[in-house]
């Protein structure tokens, strides 16, 4: 399994993180003449990097006798009801609730009997003599919930994926996982093709794109018309992107392309009909003090947006001007409050002035200002 | 079973008790607009809202807690015929709700790795809350929970019934026995598995609440036997606990 080094990390998160100074013509790929043709990308370092296949699509090649898995599970149990008395600081906590439902989905993933046989064993008339089918052997099935506990690996990198709407996305370290709220980025897009079919013809951009959720997402509302392009700078992302993206037969209507931002869009300037993304706006200093799922373990380089956590989001702005054409919307998520202020004063000043109408801020579930939304002039 | 627990969770919080007042609180307050443009050439109908989702960290509601007044096994009857909210479609259902998820305060969004996809939904004209926690993703979570609103609405929401002109609905007809002498069509039997059960129970319990919970009653007007219609009534586990407080409300013995 191929890694992205830690230093190459570190240089993109550079590169990406000066985005307002950063857009030099010169310095971007040959231009593309239009979407069909575009269909190789000049670094082709991605098409090395093979996913890896996530539990629940493993060959369940490993025969254990239910008594040993009874086993490991009342272990798995008893190592997540005794998390919550070793933590200290109680906003970076795990919680043993979340952790046996993690446990039941890891049990889901790793099984191909029903896995009620594991859970519910004091209702099994057998002995345990049975043996089970596993995707995982028992070894490496101790590890992983060993990893999750005590590394705190996130589950969805343990199990290698993420439901999400009603997708199953493949994920693995080197690329964000999806959250929660970015789910409502592709409601807004359904609700908008909804009102309005213009929207299903054009091309749409998701930027960086990380596992493909969003450009997935969107493809599947668009219906059979539509066409997305997801672009990242991640080599690890692409390929994983791309894996999804064939995993759900959207080859025909989503393209994944690799490089920064809008570097990979050359010829479509002003002609998007939509752009939608969830660029890193976490300010630099926050990042030290992230739960630790998520700051051991994701990549900087999808959660840093520099001092004030708007580098990208800025440099998305512009880009969006530069990219819709007249009547295109556009959705960016952000660190909520705040930020998705400032992006808004962003947009309606300066040279971004006459740009933008109906500019909104869309709260997420949890009440937080999340999203910028708007329409290009 | 999950749909019971949820329905027995919530019988102890919500009386059987139908509110019509619409809570005045019912502004949505998630999106915030910005320059209103209104552009000359027809962009108009491209500028949409989108503001389905309205979100409150408001945990319980203030129309939930003031059930003093009734007795929580009394199911109130409209005077006004209330609107069928079982006929509404999900999106439209889904816009009488506010949708609600569990989450621990802080900033949410990319810094957090949180596994609880739980979605809780509150139908803001009748205070019925529905909730899904099971699920992996918030999407499904969000589909079960409007499962569950819909079942809910059925065992909580009565319609008034007039008993001297009573005929019987089609979405009551399919969910009886094909016995019953009322039963026109010679469909299959919907079971209590299939969610086109759903508004039958309704329009059923209905018929027994006007029926002051009189099992004979009712199953003279269905056209069934008395044990008949029992154990149509038994198959479903909500429908057997809202018959059974229903009866006890009146003083009757409980059907096992």
């Not at chain 1, 794109?209 to 700078?233: E, H, Q, Y």
Request: proline share 6%; aromatic share 6%; with cysteine.
């Amino acid at each position: 399994m191929i890694r992205i080094f830690p230093s190459l990390r570190f240089t993109s998160l550079l590169s990406a993180a000066k985005p307002l100074c950063s857009y030099s013509p010169a310095r971007e790929p040959p231009q593309y003449a239009s979407f069909t043709e575009a269909k190789s990308s000049p670094q082709t370092n991605s098409l090395s990097i093979t996913p890896k296949t996530p539990l629940f699509l493993r060959t369940p090649s490993h025969a254990t006798s239910l008594s040993e898995v009874w086993k490991w599970h009342d272990w798995a149990k008893d190592l997540a009801s005794s998390v919550e008395e070793s933590s200290t600081n109680s906003e970076d906590i795990l919680d043993s609730v979340i952790l046996h439902r993690e446990l039941k989905w890891l049990i889901e993933d790793s099984i191909v009997d029903d896995p009620l046989v594991i859970l519910h064993k004091s209702e099994i008339a057998d002995n345990g003599e049975k043996n089970v089918k596993l995707r995982a052997s028992l070894e490496e099935l101790y590890d992983l919930w060993r990893q999750r506990i005590e590394k705190r690996r996130p589950f969805q990198y343990v199990v290698g994926c993420e439901h999400w709407r009603d997708l199953v996305l493949c994920v693995e370290e080197g690329v964000l996982i999806p959250r929660p709220e970015t789910e409502l980025i592709v409601d807004m897009v359904e609700e908008l093709v909804a009102r309005d079919e213009w929207f299903k013809k054009g091309f749409w951009a998701d930027l960086g794109t990380g596992s493909g959720a969003i450009a997935i997402g969107i493809a599947k509302v668009l219906g059979s018309s539509g066409r997305v392009i997801a672009t990242d700078l991640s080599p690890v992302a692409i390929a994983v992107a791309g894996h999804n993206v064939q995993r759900y037969s959207l080859e025909g209507m989503i393209e994944v392309r690799e490089g920064s931002w809008f570097e990979p869009l050359k010829g479509l300037e002003g002609k998007l009909v939509g752009l939608v993304s969830n660029p890193p706006y976490i300010p630099s200093d926050d990042i030290p003090g992230l739960q630790a799922e998520v700051g051991r373990h994701e990549p900087k380089l999808a959660l840093d947006g520099g001092i004030d956590g708007t580098d990208s989001l800025l440099h998305l702005c512009h880009g969006a001007s530069r990219m819709l054409q007249r009547g295109g919307f556009f959705v960016f998520e952000t660190n909520g409050e705040k930020q998705s202020k400032m992006i808004v004063d962003y947009m309606m000043s300066n040279d971004l002035k006459d740009c933008f109408s109906d500019l909104k801020i869309v709260s997420d579930f949890a009440g937080i200002n999340r999203f910028v939304t708007g329409f290009r002039l | 079973m999950a749909i019971m627990a949820v329905a027995a969770l919530f019988h102890a919080r919500f009386p059987l008790l139908l509110r019509h007042s619409v809570p005045s609180t019912f502004s949505l307050s998630s999106v915030i607009y910005y320059r209103r443009t209104v552009p000359s050439n027809g962009l108009s109908t491209r500028l949409c809202s989108i503001l389905r989702y309205s979100s409150s960290v408001d945990g319980g509601g203030s129309s939930s807690g003031d059930s003093g007044s009734v007795s929580d096994s009394v199911s109130v009857v409209s005077d006004v015929q209330s609107p069928n909210y079982l006929k509404f479609t999900d999106d439209e259902l889904m816009k009488q709700c506010r949708l609600e998820t569990f989450r621990v305060s802080g900033p949410g969004g990319q810094h957090r790795n949180k596994r609880d996809s739980a979605v809780r939904l509150k139908h803001l004209p009748t205070g019925i809350v529905a909730q899904a926690v099971e699920d992996r993703s918030q999407h499904k979570n969000r589909a079960s929970a409007l499962n569950r609103l819909r079942t809910l609405l059925a065992i909580k929401v009565r319609n008034k019934v007039d008993l001297d002109a009573y005929a019987p609905p089609p979405e009551l007809l399919q969910i009886l026995p094909p016995k019953s002498t009322i039963r026109t069509s010679s469909g299959s039997q919907i079971g209590p598995n299939n969610p086109k059960f759903v508004p039958g129970m309704q329009a059923l319990l209905d018929v027994i609440s006007a029926s002051d919970g009189s099992i004979a009653d009712s199953a003279k007007l269905l056209g069934l036997s008395t044990g008949g219609l029992s154990r149509l009534i038994l198959s479903h586990d909500g429908l057997r606990m809202a018959v059974n407080s229903m009866r006890a409300s009146k003083g009757i013995k409980p059907l096992k």
